[in-house]
């Protein structure tokens, strides 16, 4: 088909790059998706192409050859980078999982209709980054803790809004330079060149922190008294009361999410599947993760609808303290119950902060539909022959 | 009366200290007293003889003259610092608040019963730590992070058991030497000699950790690949699975609580007290905390029993990102509702990693009782006249 190869030039969104079509779709363009539940739990490492897309933005092209990172410091003073510069400081990989700000946000939605796009529950994914660390790129600078006029560091990628602006975050100074904050300016992903849709060729990798702050496609680092004055930093991707609305709602009370809470979801069996009651249990598999660093350290999961729990086992890698930036896989086996026609399943989560979800989207709803991570709830229709 | 100065010689308690008659007591002998909820909300400061005491032991007479610090390195070499050794290091002073693990756990018994302290929900102060940092202390004699012998620092106190063991606990070296642990050994308490109850001459002060780890009457410091193997640190102050019971409880299979979730609680007025439905509204105030540096960005209370919630106006200092030690007192003012004979007014917090509490006991509830943090729920009654 000759149109295959046609570019409709009108069209920002023309020459986004080619996708895996197991990938579940919530907005074409921008392009937003996420994998299938099934295919999460099959994998501790999320390949590249079912790794979830959120792009708030056209794909920008990128020629690596002519693309230069450029530092602002405090001073005003610019230093630019190619990417062979960046690649002559120590190379580092992390395991760090990213996950969107709207995971579960249709669970939510359906509390109280709110704003955004409607993910289900797998805008969360786990990768090897490698790259270079933030910390040692600032520091071979001069830049250190001491300096009181730094507080902030912005972040601007080279997708752009139809005005030009680009997109923009920014994250606590302390973060970038601290020992354990292991900020990495990322290259490769699970061992390969960035694919186009998670940020050709250099992106930021905040461990711990919502995916917003994971400024892809970087182009600028500004070193700042103030957070990114960027409608993502200032007027988006932060919490409010349940009681707050769009009426009320005032952006610049709020403070911007940086670390995310715990969260879990069930990826195995699907909601309303089937199971049989000769089979007596049923395996269940999910995931876990908590920002900040925090590791997962139980998972509960319920077949009686809260009544009774059990402990999944969970799959992980080792992680040293207040940087554990990887998400748990879990599974457990359940009995089904010996009566009833529906087998309610839960599961909830704990992190070495002893952080938990909270057990409904009640008292955690908020307008923009950020950050669910209550107790996550499917049920099974259980079958008798 | 003569007999006030008459000491039993048989009791090891005979020489505890005197105490606040205003405080509410929960066990003499060891001391265990929480100050009256009207009282923490007056000052965001705890006065000296209103902070809550957890003492495991009686409280040990120490000499400061005689008194050594004994810090034992994973080489095995030993040193001894006098308090004015530890005087000669740059004196710092952190204003932190403590909680203790089992605070609230009154209400998590009403749900089902557990084993512990019966503690209503000011187990919690704030005071102001005046010391030196452990980590310069530790960093003078060589230790660094780089140290792969040394995973964690175990603390002793001057407190014993019948056994003669002394009370330990550990925390994880990455807290200890870590730039934003400020982890401090603490002589001072709001600027006064550490009373006698707060571990006088010397305790250590691990801010955002659960007070069961801030040993006081620190009299050693061992460095080592393993965490304290006393009784409070394998044996107690871990979390559970709500299915676990005495029976099933493998200690081993735990993780020591340290760094503290989020919490709150209202302080007035008081469950059970009237209000007049003529005065139209009532004046609720509370506190708020968050462990590991995390500080609170939003208290929202309920006086409709969670239908609808008022954000409260925080009263906090300025703290530092990942660096929040101490808590927030908080106030809002309530309509009191146009019909009921009851008004049930609930809070609940929100840290800056937008964790929430859990809306309820059902999902946290441990055999021991520990980190109750769940939606504070009081009722008053609502008078005509
Ligand atoms: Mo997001
Ligand atoms: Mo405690």
Redesign the interface.
Known sequence: DMNEDVIDIDDPFARDPQRHPALMINSLKPFNAEPPPELVVDSYITPNELFFVRNHLPVPVVDPKTFRLEIEFSSGKTKKFSLDDLKKFKEHTITASLQCAGNRRSEMSKYKPVKGLSWNFTAISNARWTGVLLRDVLQSAGVT?TNDEIKHVQFEGLDKDPTGAPYGASI?I??AL???GDVLLAYKMNGEELPGDHGFPLRVIVPGVVGARNVKWLSKIILSDIESQSHWQQNDYK?F????DWDSVDFKK??A??????QSAICQPKNGSEVHRSEETVVVKGYSWS??G?DT??V?VSGDG?K????ATLQKEHQ???RAWAWSLWEVELPIPADGKKMEIIC?S?D?????????V???WNLRGL?NNS?HHIAVDVKEE
Chains 1, 2 share one sequence.
């Open positions: 803790l606590a302390e973060k601290g020992p354990f919490g009361s349940p009681s707050v709020s403070v999410v940086q670390d995310y809470p715990c920002g900040g925090r350290i139980r509960d809260g009774t729990w059990k402990v040293t303290p207040y909830k704990v070495d902060s002893y952080n938990v979800q909270p057990d409904s009640q008292g955690i950050l107790w």
